[in-house]
């Protein structure tokens, strides 16, 4: 059991560049999210999917595109990179169990705009 | 929009201290109080979660309380060791089950 996993680790863009993060996840989670990580912001959630084919937007969703095909790929996609996109990348996914959403997170993607 | 803080942002404590982290929300209809673990360059990892019923969770030296009323919750750490050194978040949800809000963490340093 990989639980989520993400892919790249490490990412260094050009401004203007496009590129998709990668995120997976084996436990059959029906809630995916995207958050970012930023110093002295916290966490800040981009985009979630409830379930494949459903997403929705979140806090910071501007300059992100995601999609569900599947239960177990959520990717995030970056459209036109912006220095201001520089950020750790979370994804986690997320199971019901009664009243409990007990979220597991990724190792995460370190990305950089220059 | 939920807001959730964490006090105090950084904490130095000697080795064998029991100590207390705080967390504190502005909506008390949640689901959940997550508190999580961040060592430098990781990622989180989840050490209790306490749904919106219960008063507290225990694992080891960890115990999580909830106080929805007051909007507060803490984290006691029992006998802190320098591998307890790390950043911990805490995290509700709230109006929907399944995205977080953190708060922005606590940096805590135990020094041998």
């Known amino acids: 059991n990989a639980g989520v996993t993400q892919t790249p680790k490490f990412q260094v863009l050009k401004t203007g560049q496009s590129m998709t993060l990668q995120c997976a996840q084996d436990m059959n989670h029906e809630y995916m999210s995207w958050y970012r990580q930023d110093p002295g912001m916290g966490l800040r959630l981009i985009h979630y999917s409830v379930g494949a084919g459903i997403t929705d937007q979140g806090e910071v969703p501007n300059g992100y595109n995601v999609s569900r095909s599947t239960t177990e790929d959520f990717p995030l996609r970056l459209l036109s990179a912006a220095p201001s996109q520089t950020s750790v990348y979370f994804c986690?996914?997320?199971?019901?169990?009664?009243?409990?959403?007990?979220?597991?997170f990724g190792p995460g993607t370190r990305l950089t705009v220059t | 929009k939920q807001e959730v803080t964490q006090i105090p942002a950084a904490l130095s404590v000697p080795e064998g201290e029991n100590l207390v982290l705080n967390c504190s929300f502005t909506?008390?209809?949640?689901?959940?109080l997550q508190w999580f673990r961040q060592d430098p360059g990781k990622g989180l990892t989840s050490l209790l979660l306490i749904q919106s019923s219960q008063r507290e969770q225990t694992s080891g030296r960890l115990n999580a309380s909830l106080d929805k009323s007051s909007g507060r919750s803490t984290l006691y750490i029992a006998a802190s060791q320098p591998g307890d050194s790390a950043t911990y978040l805490c995290?509700?949800?709230?109006?929907?089950?399944?995205?977080?809000?953190f708060g922005k963490g606590t940096s805590l340093l135990v020094t041998p």
């Open positions: 986690a996914s997320s199971y019901s169990q009664g009243a409990s959403y007990e979220q597991y």
């Open positions: 995290a509700s949800n709230s109006n929907s089950g399944y995205a977080l809000n």
């Open positions: 909506d008390s209809a949640i689901y959940n």
